[in-house]
């Protein structure tokens, strides 16, 4: 399994960014997908969660993002998607791609993330 984040950059408070995340090596549409960030000194924290197809395709966000984000993904093209609106400097942070599609010991895949700055 790969998970391969893009669309990282740098960006003002108030601006926007999308974030992708192409997905390989797995049967995309019955996992689970989502979003972790990571900020310098921090634990990682889950960010967005989309459900599977078979589970609806419903989402998920942490509190501090509702409303601002949106988590979508494309079944077609094994992409999940992050949009970013109105950011602020704690939004900085590396983000993560995730699924639950985990590997024969339990643990999870992980990309190399995306970093994320976003200047006041």
């Known amino acids: 399994v790969q998970l391969q984040a893009s669309g990282g950059g740098s960006v003002q408070a108030g601006g926007s960014l999308g974030l992708s995340c192409a997905a390989s090596?797995?049967?995309?549409?019955?996992?689970?997908m989502g979003w972790y960030r990571q900020a310098p000194g921090k634990q990682r924290e889950l960010v967005a969660v989309i459900r599977s197809v078979t589970s609806g395709g419903t989402t998920n966000y942490a509190d501090s993002v509702k409303g601002r984000f949106t988590i979508s993904r494309d079944n077609a093209e094994n992409t999940v998607y992050l949009q970013m609106s109105s950011l602020n400097p704690n939004d900085t942070g590396t983000y993560y791609c995730?699924?639950?599609?985990?590997?024969?010991?339990?643990?999870?895949?992980w990309g190399q993330g995306t970093l994320v700055t976003v200047s006041s």
């Open positions: 090596g797995l049967i995309f549409d019955i996992y689970d």
């Open positions: 995730a699924t639950t599609c985990a590997k024969g010991d339990g643990s999870a895949y």
